[in-house]
């Protein structure tokens, strides 16, 4: 069983939309949670930390779900430049850094 | 703002070639790591290292080495390269300071390595 698992798509959104992703990992005891966004051909770059129940920036909502093991990622009102890869991340803080990448889910937010 | 670099954007080399990698970061962060990110796999960690000289496997560190001489610099080495090498491959580099601010990582723009 994979530690992290993602729903690949695609999502295909229209612009203004809302959109959500969600993650599971298998590790009760992992610690740490972020969300780390890809553009094609770049590197990963990230996007929320969530360290408790959740948090927000802006037009993105990151919720933590310890009891069900899932963490989720909200955006509102799409825009063109949010499409694309988004990367559920999580670290179970046993010894050196640990972390785990789920394999993304791809998000298209269409004109 | 955190700077990572690696050497090549691209590489194509031979089944056997001895390939380095170089990456670079300028924040004087502690953890470097080195990725492979396949289509469907995600990101594999390589080999991590938390100090200068100091090196641990990661998942998939079977076909490859490393080094760290300097605290600013660590190199991924491939002593006999194979066409399953071929790959995106990732560095990257983190701080270690006993908070939360040494969970994020600083990426690299990648090195596509093909293996002909």
């Known amino acids: 069983r994979k530690e992290v698992e993602q729903d690949p798509g695609p999502f295909n959104v229209p612009e203004g939309a809302t959109v959500a992703f969600n993650c599971t990992y298998s590790?009760?005891?992992?610690?740490?949670f972020f969300w780390y966004r890809q553009d094609c051909r770049k590197e990963p770059k990230l996007l929320m930390s969530?360290?408790?129940s959740g948090n927000e920036d802006g037009r993105f909502t990151a919720q933590l779900n310890r009891a069900s093991q899932y963490i989720s990622l909200l955006i509102r009102d799409s825009k063109l430049s949010d499409s694309a890869t988004y990367l559920c991340?999580?670290?179970?803080?046993?010894?050196?850094?640990?972390?785990?990448f789920g394999t993304g889910t791809r998000l298209t937010v269409i004109p | 703002d955190v700077k990572v670099t690696q050497s090549s954007r691209y590489l194509v080399k031979r089944t056997g070639e001895k390939v380095f990698l170089e990456c670079v970061q300028d924040?004087?962060?502690?953890?470097m790591f080195w990725y492979r990110q396949d289509p469907g796999l995600g990101l594999r960690l390589i080999y991590f290292?938390?100090?200068?000289?100091?090196?641990e496997k990661g998942d998939i560190p079977e076909g490859y080495s490393v080094s760290r001489e300097k605290k600013e610099r660590f190199s991924l080495i491939l002593e006999s390269a194979s066409t399953n090498q071929t790959s995106m491959y990732l560095c990257?580099?983190?701080?270690?300071?006993?908070?939360?601010?040494?969970?994020?990582?600083?990426f690299g723009p990648g090195t596509r390595l093909t293996v002909l």
């Open positions: 990257a580099s983190s701080l270690m300071d006993g908070t939360f601010r040494a969970d994020t990582q600083y």
């Open positions: 590790n009760s005891a992992s610690q740490s």
């Open positions: 290292s938390y100090d200068v000289k100091m090196k």
């Open positions: 969530v360290y408790s």
């Open positions: 924040m004087d962060h502690e953890n």
């Open positions: 991340v999580v670290n179970l803080r046993t010894g050196a850094n640990n972390l785990f």
